[in-house]
C-alpha cells in the first residue's frame, strides 16, 4: 500500500517532506476579556500540503493529473492522529511540474518537481 492514494490509484513515492496539515474548526473567536468563547464544529479536517514528487514519467504526472481532473476526488491516506489509513473527499489546490525532457515532437517524456495541495471538503 502507498502512503497516498487517490481514487484507489496508488500515488508513486513521494519527495520527503508532506506536510499532512490537521485543522479544528471553531464557530466564533474570543470575548471581550480574550478567552476562547468558541465551540468545535464538526471534525477535524486535514490539508495533505507539500506533496511533491522530484522526477516522473510522463506517463505518471499525466495520469496524476487526469485523476485530478474531477474536482472531488477520495484520497486515502495515513492519518497522522490514528496513525492508520483514513479516506475523506478533498479537491486539489494548484498542480505543477516542469517539463525536463522532450522527445524530438517537443513533448515532454519526463516531469520534475511535481506538486499538488489536496484539501478536505468537510464531509
Known sequence: MSYISINGYELPPSKRGVHPVVTTI????????????GQRVGRDQYKIDGLEWPWLTAAQWS?????L????VYVTFI????NSPKTIKMYCGDRSGEPYWVDDQGRP??????KVNLIDVGE
Open 79 to 82: 492519518d497522522p492522529v490514528s
Open 63 to 67: 495520469r496524476i493529473l487526469s485523476i
Open 26 to 37: 471553531v464557530d466564533a473567536g474570543r470575548n471581550a476579556n480574550g478567552a476562547v468563547v
Open 109 to 114: 517524456t519526463h516531469y520534475c518537481n511535481c
Open 69 to 72: 481532473s474531477r474536482f472531488f
